[in-house]
């Protein structure tokens, strides 16, 4: 990947994201690329709710909270922004996979993104970021897999939940 000059990355706060935000980092360092943060937001109700009540104060609020969201992903990720790069954030009201594939639009890009591990039943209702960005970008993407601890995690969520189910009672006392 010679002549990466800016790396994209989609954030959104999830352990996922900030897994794939510590390979932009990684990658914009090793390329001494421009950082592209970009963090997508789509109104509560989709765009059409938009359209019916266009409550400019209130989109205001959500881009501010989408600000605070971008902002607390890079303190919980690494104390804050890093001082060492050239960082220009993207807030964008769209569908991720649309705003990353749109920012991203130049061959010297690079975009990464996280793949995320979804069931089933979640990936029938709700399209994949990754899967998008992998079809429409017009640059090299890294998808990087969710980290190891939220495998196990969810591993363990199972495993509680199971046995709560097969004996109500002991998950009431604690055992």
Known sequence: MAGVTRVVVGVNGSLSSLTALHRGVEEARHHGA???PVLAWTPSGGDLSELH????SML??????????????????????????????????????RALVTV????DD???????RRGGLHRLFHRSVSRYCLAHAACAVIAVPPPR???DLN?????????????????????
Do not use: N
């Open 60 to 97: 205001h609020e959500r881009e501010q909270a989408a600000r605070w969201r971008l902002d607390t992903a890079f303190a919980q990720a690494f104390g804050g922004y890093p001082g060492d790069l050239r960082i220009r954030p993207v807030i964008a009201q769209a569908e991720a996979g």
């Open 34 to 36: 421009l950082l592209v």
């Open 104 to 107: 991203a639009k130049e061959a």
């Open 110 to 116: 690079l975009l990464v993104v996280c793949t995320g």
């Open 149 to 151: 601890m939220l495998a």
């Open 155 to 175: 591993r363990a969520t199972r495993r509680s939940i199971a046995r709560s189910l097969l004996s109500p009672e002991a998950s009431m006392l604690g055992q």
């Open 53 to 56: 009540r266009p409550y400019l």
